[in-house]
């Protein structure tokens, strides 16, 4: 079975400063991937996804993420936050049937 | 676009009561899922739907059941609310086939059991 941990619980970063969100996965093939985010009182929005090919994945908002199968890791960068970006990131893993595995959750607080 | 739909944001319900919580969406989806979140847990699967009238118990399914009568509903029934039941109910839905389908998440419901 796949598992995800989330090693940040609560991230502090300053309006335009980059931000790196961490994700690390244990499945024994290759997985998908994908990185969630939620704003306060919403649902979960797709930030991006990862099945196969390039490494580097380009998602919305301006975010991006990188697959290293060697480090079992997929985390999520930003090259500078807005304040908008402060919200709950939620990494998950997938594998060949229907059942998402989520960690626990990043908050990425924004300060001015 | 996209839509989820959960019938309530909120929802206070006392312990016992037999509670509902109704989704739908409107994307001809064949999957649909119940989670709930609960802070430093994350998203855990009650239950997942493929077709139907057809249910897979996800990874936390003792005291809750599900329906689904028709393609774009499904809901999740908490037969006798507990206060250890108090927690975020999201529902999402996505094409068929396996997870590499991405998932579309209602807003949620805040249910407080009393």
């Known amino acids: 079975a796949q598992s995800v941990t989330q090693p940040d619980i609560h991230i502090t970063v300053s309006e335009g400063a980059s931000l790196e969100l961490r994700c690390n996965y244990s499945?024994?093939?290759?997985?998908?991937l994908f990185w969630y985010v939620q704003s306060p009182g919403q649902g979960l929005q797709l930030l991006l996804k990862?099945?196969?090919?390039?490494?580097l994945v380009q998602g919305i908002k301006g975010f991006e993420a990188e697959f290293k199968r060697s480090q079992s890791s997929f985390n999520l960068r930003k090259p500078s936050v807005h304040w908008s970006d402060a919200a709950e990131y939620f990494c998950?893993?997938?594998?060949?049937?229907?059942?998402?595995?989520f960690g626990a959750g990043t908050t990425v607080t924004v300060r001015a | 676009d996209v839509k989820v739909t959960q019938s309530s944001r909120y929802l206070v319900k006392r312990t016992g009561e037999k509670v509902f919580l109704e989704c739908v969406q409107d994307?001809?989806?064949?999957?649909m899922f119940w989670y709930r979140q609960d802070p430093g847990l994350g998203l855990r699967l009650i239950y997942f739907?493929?077709?139907?009238?057809?249910?897979e118990k996800g990874d936390i399914p003792e005291g809750y059941s599900v329906s689904r009568e028709k393609k774009e509903r499904f809901s999740l029934i908490l037969e006798s609310a507990s206060t250890n039941q108090t927690s975020m109910y999201l529902c999402?839905?996505?094409?068929?086939?396996?997870?590499?389908?991405?998932?579309?998440f209602g807003d949620g419901t805040r249910l407080s059991i009393l």
């Open positions: 998950a893993v997938g594998s060949n049937d229907y059942k998402l595995s």
């Open positions: 999402a839905s996505s094409l068929a086939g396996d997870s590499n389908q991405p998932q579309h």
């Open positions: 739907s493929y077709d139907v009238k057809m249910k």
């Open positions: 499945y024994g093939a290759t997985p998908y």
């Open positions: 990862y099945f196969s090919g390039d490494t």
């Open positions: 994307m001809d989806h064949e999957n």
